[in-house]
């Protein structure tokens, strides 16, 4: 994100499989969220833990 800009929400459309559906509806219930929170939360991990392997592989080389 540009400094200075307030961040976009973005409306994305995920294509899942019944079963795991199934498990995120579970995960999000058991952890008292709704399945949009849970799944905003995962993706939200994933993408961090990713980036951080990128930076890790370029030695810091992103902006």
Do not use: C, F
């Not at 890790?56 to 080389?61: A, D």
């Amino acid at each position: 994100m540009a400094r200075g800009k307030e961040p976009v929400n973005q409306r994305i459309s995920v294509a899942l499989p019944d079963s795991l559906h199934a498990l995120a509806k579970v995960v999000a219930v058991a952890r008292e969220m709704t399945l949009a929170e849970y799944l905003r939360a995962a993706i939200e991990e994933e993408v961090s833990r990713r980036e951080a392997e990128l930076r890790r592989s370029l030695g810091e080389g992103l902006p």
